[in-house]
Structures are given as C-alpha cells and as structure tokens.
C-alpha cells in the first residue's frame, strides 16, 4: 500500500503575538489550503476552523509544536453555539470571536458561558458599537485592526482602557504603527513588522464521512450508550487516533493509560465525545471515498482481537488492547506520520505501545503475525501459530471471517452513505 493511500497533507499558518518586550507568547493559527496559499481563502469559516483546529490540535502534539505558548483560535457563531471550545484544555486556548459573529442572546449566554469556565475571549478586528458593546463584557482582550480609520482605533482604544481589557494591535507594518498602539495602551501586538504567518504542513489521516454520519445519528438517540458510541468509532483507525489525541489533551492528572476506545470514551464522558463527533463531521462530511486502508486497520484490529481471544479467552483487557493496537497500527506503520513520535504521544496502554513497536511479546507477535499473514510471509506465520499452538485450519478460518467480516461493514457504510 502507498502513502498517498491514507496521507492527506493539511495546512495552517501560525503567526506569532508579541508583548511590549518583543517576546512572543502566543500563536495564532490561520487557514491555508496549500503551501502556495499565503492568504486565507475560504467560504465557509465554520469548515476553515474545524480544518485548523483538526489540523494543528488534533493532528500532532500542540504542546511541543507550540512550546506551552497560548494557541489564538478563530471562533465562528456556530462553533461557539456548538460548544465546541469545551474539546480544548481552557488554559490552552485563547478563543477569538469573529467580527462577524451576532450579539443574539444565544451567543451572548455560550459566550457568559465559556468566560465563567474560565476560557479567555478575544475580539477580532473589533469595531466598537452599540450591539457589539455586550461581548466587552466577557472579553480578556481587544484585537484592533491598525488598518481602520484612527477615529474607529481611538474610539475602541478608549473604552478597552476604560474596562482595563488587554489591547491587540493587529496589522502592523512599521515602527510607527507600534508607536502609534502604545501611546493607546497596546500591549500586544501582531503583524508583518514582526512576523509573517508561517505555513506548517501536516500528514494527516481522514476519518470516514460514514463513520460520522453513524455516530450523529446514534448520538441524537437519548437512549445512547458509551458502548454502542466506542464500537463505532473503533472501526475508523483515522478517528481513533484523532479521539485519542483529544484525551491525551484533556485528560490533565488522569494517569492510567488506555486499553481501549470504549475506556477512552468513558474518560472523555458522551457530552465531550458528542462534541468532538459534531467537530469533527464538519470537515469529514465534505469528503468522499472509502479507502482501502479503513479496510485494512478494520481487519488487523479483528484478526488480532479474534487471536487473542483464542489465545487467552479469560483476559477481557488484553483482547480489547489487541484490537485498538491492530487498528492503531495502520496509523503506525506508515513512516509519514512518524512511528515513534506518534506511539510515544498516545496514552496508550504498554501492552498496546509494545506491539505497535512490534516488540518481544504476546502483543507484538500478535500484531506482527496478522500483518505477515496479510502479506504473505507464510514462514513467520507458521512460526507464530506453532509458538501459539494454534491450528492451521483456524487460522485460515479467522482471516477469512475478518475478511468477510470487514467487507460487510464497509458495504454496509457505503450503503447508508448512498442512502
């Protein structure tokens, strides 16, 4: 299999916010869609958002890629009904309410709300008026845009300072900008003078449309269960990862390591787990195709869940890791997302990070022998199944119910997708 089979390559820029020191401490992250795009060009804010919070938080490790700096987010009216913020550790985060976004009564209470969870709010290119005035009521900070008329920046300027809320200068281009935004109590400021948004590229894996449409629906269902919501996703290896990333990210003080999707989706709780699903559909929905490489993780997760559970019937952990690890693996051991770095950043049970490596150990012959019998390295599939005591009808027989198995699962999803 190649890797352009489950690569897809991902953008956003980052650009860098300066104190009065000309010391960065933050970041903001902007949309792109390719290396060659240095501007933002998109129509619809609520997919470029979930692209770059997809892409930056969900797609590495955020806290190495920004060095503990706060992360500047575009926040659109629906991602701020929709709750998303609450996906992303509040201290974090800093969430940046579009000049666009309506003061409706609704966003005014998400917006109350999120202030008294203590997420920090900033206005982007704010431009004071009478409508508008109720957002400086839950605002950490004011982004002024040093391109609008000096009327529209002294008149925001002023009331900022009034309410001792943090002035931005946004779009600043010479010395005399920054002197300019001082003598009106800017404190922060960002803009060419400084820094251009820098484009970082990501190999990102894409969850299954399908695999969304399933879980918006089921999660409409009051009557939902964690375990009915972890067996959907677990058959997305591209969705896994992602979920895994955000309770790593969320998890704080919680220190035992993950067995399994279903324990993963307890520890995030179904409010969380709903809210990452509806992020996540936004961007996956406008996508088409199955790729043979969801068949594949579906297959080694079975396969390797079946011969653990034959191996050791009694061990109920042990099967559920081997089935998240053969899944996982398909992430793993494409070499474009970086194997040691990605095992290393999951809260991943030993047992699991073990056989991803491929290591001494039950887990990592399990997982080495369902990838060899896939390849056909019959040898070292013998060796395992002498080693196991396991006859050699039975492995046949387990392949191919995976096989079969497999194949009905990705017809059934290419079903409802038509439907």
């Not at 019998?373 to 006859?391: A, H, L, N, P, T």
């Amino acid at each position: 299999m190649d890797r352009e089979d489950i690569a897809m390559y991902s953008y956003y820029a980052r650009q860098p916010i300066f104190n009065l020191k000309n010391d960065a401490v933050a970041y903001e992250l902007l949309y792109r869609d390719s290396l060659e795009n240095t501007s933002y060009s998109f129509f619809n804010g609520d997919l470029a958002s979930a692209s770059v919070i997809n892409t930056a938080l969900f797609g590495g490790d955020p806290k190495s890629i920004f060095g503990g700096k706060k992360i500047y987010i575009n926040f659109t009216e629906k991602l701020i009904l929709n709750g998303i913020a609450y996906l992303l550790p509040v201290d974090e985060i800093v969430i940046e309410v579009l000049e666009d976004v309506r003061p409706t009564p609704e966003v005014v209470k998400a917006l109350e709300d999120l202030f008294r969870s203590g997420y920090k709010i900033a206005l982007d290119d704010y431009v004071l008026n009478s409508e508008n005035e109720v957002f400086l009521n839950y605002a950490y900070m004011v982004k002024i845009d040093f391109r609008d008329s000096k009327e529209e920046i002294e008149r925001t300027a002023a009331i900022c300072r009034e309410r001792r809320i943090f002035i931005l200068a946004e779009k600043v281009e010479t010395q005399e900008d920054i002197d300019y935004a001082k003598s009106l109590g800017a404190v922060f400021f960002q803009g060419y003078f400084y820094e251009k948004p820098i484009i970082v590229t990501n190999n990102n894996l894409s969850p299954m449309q399908t695999t969304f449409m399933r879980l918006v629906s089921k999660l409409n269902d009051p009557a939902i269960s964690l375990r009915e919501v972890s067996d959907i996703i677990q058959t997305d290896a591209a969705l896994t990862l992602k979920f895994l990333r955000l309770v790593n990210f969320i998890r704080f003080d919680w220190m035992e390591k993950i067995q399994s999707v279903h324990q993963a989706v307890i520890i995030a709780g179904l409010n969380k787990t709903r809210e990452f699903i509806y992020f996540n559909s936004l961007s996956a929905l406008n996508e088409s195709g199955i790729s043979e490489t969801i068949l594949t993780g579906f297959y080694r997760a079975d396969f390797c869940w079946q011969l653990a559970r034959q191996i050791d019937p009694r061990n109920k952990d042990f099967i559920d890791e081997m089935y998240l690890c053969g899944l996982m693996s398909i992430v793993i051991d494409h070499k474009f997302l970086g194997s040691e770095d990605v095992i290393e950043g999951l809260p991943l049970s030993d047992n699991i990070k073990s056989g991803l490596r491929l290591e001494e150990g039950l887990a990592g012959e399990i997982l080495s022998a369902v990838i060899a019998y896939d390849k056909g390295d019959w040898d070292k599939v013998e060796s395992f199944r002498r080693s196991q005591g396991i006859d050699p009808d039975d492995m046949a027989r387990i392949s191919l119910e995976c096989t079969e198995h497999s194949n009905v699962v990705i017809k059934g999803f290419n079903h409802s997708f038509r439907d």
